[in-house]
């Protein structure tokens, strides 16, 4: 199984990104796909995530500011980013995982900065 993120890069406070990741190989359709960060010196944490069945989870920081949403029939995953703060700096990385995370596959990340 594969991953590969997009739509990384700088960004001013309160403007927007999208990201994008796209999953390929032998992948279970019953699956969560999510989005975790992790900024210099701290452990990555998870941004969100959404089941095969549209069920999502959003860590409280980004609740109301960012959105996930899938395309199961491309395997792919997005992370709509609005009013972005300097905190949101972090190295975005995808996951793609099933059976309770027994399968976990993990994107390259994707580096997101935003300036103050």
């Known amino acids: 199984v594969q991953l590969q993120a997009s739509g990384g890069g700088l960004v001013q406070a309160g403007g927007s990104l999208r990201l994008t990741c796209v999953a390929s190989?032998?992948?279970?359709?019953?699956?969560?796909m999510g989005w975790y960060r992790q900024a210099p010196g701290k452990q990555r944490e998870l941004v969100a995530s959404i089941t095969y069945g549209g069920a999502t989870n959003y860590a409280d920081s980004v609740k109301g500011r960012f959105t996930i949403s899938r395309d199961s029939a491309k395997n792919t995953v997005h992370l709509q980013m609005n009013s972005l703060k300097p905190e949101d700096t972090a190295v975005y990385y995808c996951?793609?995982?099933?059976?309770?995370?027994?399968?976990?596959?993990w994107g390259q990340g994707t580096l997101v900065t935003v300036s103050s």
């Open positions: 996951n793609i995982a099933w059976y309770n995370r027994v399968y976990s596959y």
């Open positions: 190989g032998s992948i279970n359709s019953i699956n969560t």
